[in-house]
């Protein structure tokens, strides 16, 4: 039964940043695919579609009662995992990857449906412990084991930008759970090490992604192609930009894929700094408000679903930004709300309906 208190409690601060963002980023994908020629669906109208469905999808997600997520929290791990499987035996490949179920109206990306998973798998670990104590040592192996299964698997596909996504939400929902200093620096080290060794298991597309990084005049026109011409986007834009619809290289293509992983610098370009600092703001709050929602929820277990969703939006803002002014090696991770990508949408209107459902239930009734 729904209760009506729950309208008042809605979160229509949360919605609305959130809403904002989306359609900021819908006006720069306009910008960035109008030289392309105009087909019955374009770019900016898929996009719209899919912010559609995905504030349904949110809305949905907040009726329930969140905290039955937890009692269906090992079942949704298990399918998700069951999925990732039937990547591997049965998905599609497009571009070397094997990351999809073809489904026949869609194709499933399990690997993105395991982000929402991990976060409210381990909630419920975490959610249970009733020590105040930092993290022991023997209980890290359960989340370990949780993060290691879907992790080893996303990687096989090969897709190592979400593989890292799904590594830096459990490590930030265990931040947050707590760690003792000495436990983490020996995390840490081991994760140099494995880091180090797994060189040696990476594709040589991946491994020239990251000599690119390191030097991308080495290839010019060929690896170092893509962060060269955005780096020149950002950096072209100045203090105010070029103007709407008037960036070079956007408007002329010399900015590849610049709706989806670059859409960002089609933005530097046009908005300059002053829009640059507009849309971190925007994101900032929506982060800094998420955190508010994870204080001021009800249970222990709200507390890590809505620190989980913060995390998974935090690190794609950070892994994008950082791509598109070459801070960090291009993984093709999208900047949530902003890019284009269905999948993308609907994971982030998913993990934003997570954070509608805590918000408005941050009262027991």
Wanted: one cysteine or more; aromatic letters at 14%.
């Amino acid at each position: 039964m729904f209760d009506r208190r729950l309208v008042t409690y809605f979160d229509w601060v949360l919605l609305l940043t959130v809403l904002l963002i989306a359609g900021i980023g819908i006006l720069n994908l306009y910008s960035a695919t109008s030289s392309w020629s105009v087909g019955p669906n374009p770019i900016y109208l898929k996009q719209i579609y899919w912010l559609a469905i995905g504030l349904g999808i949110a809305l949905l997600t907040c009726l329930p009662d969140y905290r039955h997520l937890e009692y269906l929290a090992w079942g949704f791990y298990g399918i998700t995992v069951a999925l990732l499987i039937m990547v591997l035996v049965m998905g599609k490949t497009s571009m070397g990857a094997t990351r999809w179920i073809h489904l026949g109206f869609f194709n499933l990306q399990p690997s993105e449906v395991m982000k929402i998973v991990i976060v409210i798998a381990l909630a419920r670990y975490f959610g249970k412990r009733r020590s105040t104590l930092p993290l022991e040592f023997r209980e890290m192996w359960l989340p370990a084991l949780l993060l290691a299964l879907p992790v080893g698997l996303i990687i096989i596909q090969p897709d190592l930008g979400t593989a890292l996504m799904v590594i830096f939400i459990g490590g930030t929902m265990a931040l947050f759970a707590g760690i003792r200093r000495r436990h983490l620096g020996i995390l840490a080290a081991a994760g140099f090490v494995s880091a180090c060794g797994g060189w040696f298991l990476l594709r040589d597309y991946q491994k020239e992604r990251i000599r690119t990084f390191l030097d991308p005049e080495r290839d010019p026109l060929g690896s170092g192609y893509h962060i060269i011409q955005s780096k020149i986007a950002v950096g072209s834009g100045g203090l105010f930009g070029k103007g709407y619809m008037q960036g070079t290289q956007s408007q002329l293509s010399f900015l590849p894929e610049r709706h989806t992983d670059f859409a960002f610098s089609v933005l530097a370009e046009e908005w300059g700094f002053t829009g640059c600092l507009i849309l971190l703001l925007l994101y900032l709050f929506l982060i800094i408000w998420g955190l508010y929602i994870a204080r001021r929820s009800a249970d222990q277990f709200g507390m890590f679903l809505a620190i989980g969703v913060v995390g998974m939006l935090f690190w794609h803002i950070v892994v994008n930004l950082g791509m598109v002014i070459g801070l960090l090696p291009v993984v093709g991770v999208p900047l949530p709300l902003f890019s284009y990508g269905g999948t993308s949408m609907i994971t982030t209107m998913i993990g934003t309906g997570l954070l509608l459902n805590v918000s408005m239930r941050r009262f027991i009734f």
